[in-house]
């Protein structure tokens, strides 16, 4: 047997992934473990799991590879200096000690962590190979994909010096056709409006997306006509007067902030309908170059099938629209689209082009459902919560699940955490806060009570992959939350003529559908669909809240607070539980009341422990 450990790390979103013989074995970030959001450090704990996951030690395995190319990288940060010298001087001084200390010798560096990793010395570590960032992220799109041959596209901020890619994936090869180099960059482009609007760049991107349907795209001309040139086959270049990210410390410069008539916004400060208008632009401008590139992709490699990775893949907005179009029979989006995807792919990179192993595609994807990350057993799970003096009772599913059905009907919140933790930034129900759809004061109740995050903030349906389309306009499978649809119209609430004339967080409140918790402003719904094969007991679940309620979609969200990566552990769910408005909590087969528990006197907050994201 063959085993592959992948690594990501010292950028954002560290993780390790470890395949055996080509099968995808485990992959976690390392955040879940040091509760830390976008843990960028070694992933020691990550890689540690995936190794006693799969039952072998770091001598065990045969190759480990890093998902990076540093000294193409270091080439690049030093000739954008010199391009644009003396501009980035402050940039230079701020980023070249970390690099003369530590990342210019980053094999030397990996080692050190490796060797302590697996307690043994430097020459008994297995061979340590690298490959290329945009390799990587294509690598995780196509090998694990359902596709026999399909075009490959890769959109993120940048890797050593690629922003965009297209290849061509067949069989057991990914073979490069051309990309886009920093710094035109469409991830990029609209993490600086992440930036500008007040959000914190690597992490709010999906808070612009989620406020874009509040505002009209009133800058789109503005934004085409002074900040890229865009060619009709979705390349593009971008007025780098405008930006600062290539030479400053900051996102964009100050003829930016004169052409849109202000300042960046202050983050946690008031949002204004003219931060909504820019998001609904920037969101147009977006979907606009994805739809351009994926057209010239289906052009140039006369392919039917389209697999997408990279942090911009995580536009569910644009991946919905690019899927309706037609342009594709189907396409598959890697659920770690972002930097911790890119240990899988670099593992799988490995395996089946420098091994040169043969590929069978699997009918749905070789992800398991992207469940990936650690479980717990029942005497874990009992220690654990004893610790805490917690109080609990174990049911078996027949009466548990009927159980969590009435209360989710009678509006209660449950914190749910069962079976292996998800890979990637989404909560697809092992993780997950669950609510009754059909609730209109459930989106208000999640976001301020119980997330403590900005009350615009989509929540999403959880419905069973056969019943899709009885709710949404959509057929298909849309198991990692990455595809956006709208609402059927016949479950849509026609609107009087003031409801029409609000704007902005005034639509908030005014129900869209019979599902109004999952229903956006726009009518939208950020679809994840069940499949009993990779989650029975969320199916199982599903079952019986319909045949409760005839309702079968429940309200899904990360189990976290605001700025807490998603819970890893029996501790880190009670705790969690106890520090928020949910009603109950379900570990397996282990269900806990917040009436029934004791005190919780920690004085520690949540919001002091955990940066705002």
């Not at 189907?330 to 792919?345: E, F, K, N, R, S």
């Not at 969690?576 to 269900?591: A, P, Q």
Request: hydrophobic residues 40%; glycine residues 8%.
């Amino acid at each position: 047997m063959v085993h592959i450990l992948g690594i990501s790390a010292y950028y954002h979103d560290s993780a390790a992934a470890l395949i055996r013989d080509g099968d995808i074995v485990a992959a976690a970030q390392e955040e879940r473990f040091t509760r830390r959001k976008h843990d960028a450090a070694f992933p020691h704990n990550a890689a540690a799991y995936c190794l006693r996951e799969a039952g072998v030690s770091l001598t065990d395995v045969d190759h480990i590879v890093f998902y990076d190319k540093p000294l193409i990288k270091f080439e690049r940060l030093l000739e954008t200096y010199l391009a644009y010298a003396p501009r980035g001087f402050r940039s230079f001084l701020a980023s070249m000690p970390v690099w003369l200390k530590e990342k210019l010798y980053l094999k030397a560096v990996l080692k050190k962590e490796l060797a302590e990793l697996g307690s043994c010395r430097v020459d008994e570590l297995p061979s340590l190979l690298f490959t290329e960032h945009h390799k990587a992220h294509a690598a995780s799109a196509f090998f694990p994909s359902p596709f026999e041959r399909a075009g490959v596209m890769c959109l993120d901020g940048v890797g050593e010096w690629a922003s965009s890619s297209v290849w061509l994936g067949e069989a057991n090869a990914l073979i490069p056709q051309w990309e886009m180099h920093f710094p035109h960059s469409l991830g990029l482009l609209y993490s600086a409006f992440t930036y500008y609007t007040g959000f914190k760049v690597n992490s709010g991107e999906y808070k612009l997306m989620g406020l874009a349907p509040y505002g009209k795209p009133r800058f789109v001309d503005l934004i085409r006509d002074k900040l890229l040139d865009l060619k009709e086959d979705g390349t593009f270049r971008l007025d780098m007067s405008y930006f600062n990210y290539a030479t400053g410390l900051t996102m964009t410069s100050h003829r930016f902030h004169d052409l849109f008539g202000a300042d960046p916004r202050q983050p946690e400060s008031e949002l204004t309908q003219r931060e909504m208008d820019i998001a609904a632009s920037i969101q147009a401008v977006t979907e606009d170059i994805v739809m351009r590139l994926a057209g010239t992709v289906r052009k140039e490699l006369d392919v039917s099938h389209l697999c997408l990775a990279g942090g911009v893949a995580l536009n569910c907005v644009a991946n919905g629209k690019l899927l309706r179009s037609g342009v594709f029979e189907d396409m598959w989006i890697q659920p770690a689209a972002g930097d911790a995807g890119g240990a899988l792919g670099a593992a799988l990179s490995i395996w089946h082009e420098y091994l040169e192993q043969p590929r069978t595609p699997v009918a749905d994807d070789s992800m398991r459902g992207a469940y990936l990350g650690c479980s717990y057993t029942g005497e874990e799970i009992a220690s654990s919560l004893d610790n805490f003096g917690a109080h609990y009772q174990r049911l078996n599913d027949d009466e548990l699940l009927p159980l969590l059905a009435r209360l989710l009907d009678d509006g209660k919140v449950v914190g749910w955490m069962q079976g292996r933790m998800e890979f990637g930034p989404r909560a697809l129900g092992a993780r997950s806060i669950l609510g009754d759809a059909r609730n209109t004061a459930m989106q208000s109740v999640m976001n301020l009570k119980i997330k403590f995050r900005e009350s615009f903030r989509p929540f999403a349906p959880l419905v069973r992959a056969e019943q899709v389309s009885e709710y949404f306009q959509h057929t298909g499978p849309s198991p990692y939350m990455l595809l956006v649809a709208p609402v059927r119209e016949e479950r849509r609430l026609a609107m009087t003529a003031d409801q029409q004339g609000m704007f902005g967080i005034d639509k908030l409140n005014i129900p869209r559908s019979d599902l109004p918790a999952v229903t956006h402003v726009d009518y939208s719904a950020r679809l994840q669909t069940v499949h009993e094969q990779t989650n029975p007991r969320m199916y199982k679940l599903l079952e019986a809240f319909e045949n409760q309620t005839g309702c079968g979609v429940l309200v899904n969200t990360s189990f976290n607070v605001r700025g807490e990566p998603i819970v890893n552990t029996p501790e880190d769910a009670y705790r969690c539980f106890m520090r928020t408005g949910m009603d109950y909590l379900v570990i397996e087969d282990f269900l806990l009341s917040k009436h029934d528990q004791p005190a919780w006197d920690e004085q520690q907050d949540w919001e002091k422990e955990f940066e705002l994201d």
